[in-house]
């Protein structure tokens, strides 16, 4: 079915390494796409978005990729730090027809050893 | 920084009793979303909300859910008869209509139904 997805449901990673969590989605109508940040027990927290006119968007020590071809999404984070540890969902807005509603993935669980 | 407010942070409640979710948009923001998440699990689409009407829900959105925009500020969602598996974390959602598609999500209200 169509659904937006994440390839893996953990990821651990060394202070001051870089993080990449990867997204799939399945639908090729949607045209924007998003990542938050949910820290325990918070709401979820805009990062970055993207529109499927783009191929990248850069933000302070973020950057997503989409790669329409393969139907690929990533959220490449700089010098991780402590407080990134959260987890981390992409979202889809379907195109033609919607009212903007997001369709979330299961997430990722990133964690920063010091 | 304006934010999405949503009271109250804890909702319990017994099975069968109506309960009403509160939400303050973020003030110059016109499409208003609910979305849930069941401990563990994806954030799910509800419902969204424009000019005074649903503009599209998904299947959860049943005939025991209604939202209301009673006045200039609040936007709520209205569990008529819950039930023990309407527990999860209920998300309020904003965006503006100028040219953006990002949702900012308030911190959520955990209802726990026994």
């Known amino acids: 079915g169509e659904s937006v997805g994440l390839h893996l449901p953990t990821l651990s990673v060394q202070e001051g390494d870089n993080s990449i969590i990867n997204c799939a989605y399945s639908?090729?109508?949607?045209?924007?796409f998003i990542w938050y940040k949910q820290e325990s027990g918070k709401g979820p927290q805009f990062i970055i978005d993207?529109?499927?006119?783009?191929d990248k968007r850069q933000g302070q020590r973020v950057t997503v990729l989409l790669n329409k071809t393969v139907k690929h999404l990533s959220l490449q984070i700089a010098a991780t730090q402590p407080g990134d540890s959260a987890v981390y969902f992409c979202?889809?807005?379907?195109?033609?027809?919607?009212?903007?509603?997001?369709?979330f993935g299961k997430g990722t669980k990133l964690s920063v050893k010091p | 920084e304006p934010e999405v407010t949503q009271t109250p942070s804890h909702q319990v409640t017994q099975m069968g009793q109506e309960v009403i979710l509160r939400c303050v948009p973020i003030?110059?923001?016109?499409?208003f979303y609910w979305y849930r998440q069941i401990l563990g699990q994806k954030v799910e689409f509800l419902v969204s909300?424009?000019?005074?009407?649903?503009?599209?829900k998904s299947e959860i959105f049943d005939d025991q859910f209604s939202v209301e925009r009673p006045d200039g500020s609040n936007f709520t969602l209205k569990i008529r008869s819950t039930k023990l598996e309407d527990s999860a974390m209920y998300f309020c959602?904003?965006?503006?209509?100028?040219?953006?598609?990002?949702?900012?999500f308030g911190p959520g209200t955990r209802l726990t139904v026994l």
């Open positions: 909300f424009y000019n005074n009407e649903i503009s599209e």
């Open positions: 979202a889809e807005k379907r195109g033609l027809g919607s009212q903007g509603n997001l369709i």
């Open positions: 993207i529109r499927s006119n783009m």
């Open positions: 959602a904003s965006r503006t209509d100028r040219g953006t598609d990002t949702q900012y």
């Open positions: 003030s110059n923001h016109l499409y």
């Open positions: 639908n090729s109508a949607s045209d924007y």
